[in-house]
């Protein structure tokens, strides 16, 4: 199956979020933290948030994993910082839609996240790619459909 040109500047984004992430690393005084796994792959991701006045001011992730969980992680963190924990949800929403079924209404809500829309394409990947979401949901104890901390 041949690459199209847009589906290799969408693998060249995502190694380089993966090579070179946004926020990796960790807060010194984190409101909420939470370490989930993904047993399938091996994925091991610690968030640590920071919340002042209903906003997150403050994310940053430490671990280990592929190079989805990884760029997912980096493109994860840096699009919830800002947001409302509301606003969080229905990100995590809205990602888990667009990486599940290929598409989501919200696309453009996710901003750079949404170049992982492409794992669709590769079932055993979905996980990989939903972890650092899933992780913010319930750092922030937010509903969350599937249950991957320790």
């Known amino acids: 199956m041949a690459m199209t040109r847009l589906d290799q500047l969408y693998r060249q984004v995502i190694l380089d979020e993966a090579s070179h992430p946004r ?11 939470v370490t989930v796994r993904n047993p399938s792959c ?30 997912s992680g980096s493109l994860m963190t840096d699009r919830i910082i800002g947001q409302t924990p509301a606003q969080v949800m229905q990100l995590v929403s809205d990602f888990s839609e667009l990486v599940i079924d290929g598409h989501s209404p919200a696309e453009a809500a996710l901003g750079d996240a949404a170049v992982l829309k492409g794992v669709h394409q590769f079932p055993a990947r979905i996980k990989c790619a939903t972890l650092a979401w899933k992780a913010a949901a319930q750092a922030l104890g937010l509903p969350d459909a599937e249950d991957n901390h320790d």
């Open 23 to 33: 926020h990796h690393s960790t807060l010194a005084a984190p409101d909420y933290a």
């Open 42 to 71: 091996g994925d091991v991701l610690t968030l640590q948030l920071q919340v002042q006045e209903g906003k997150i001011i403050a994310a940053a992730f430490a671990g280990s994993g592929c190079t989805i969980s990884q760029a």
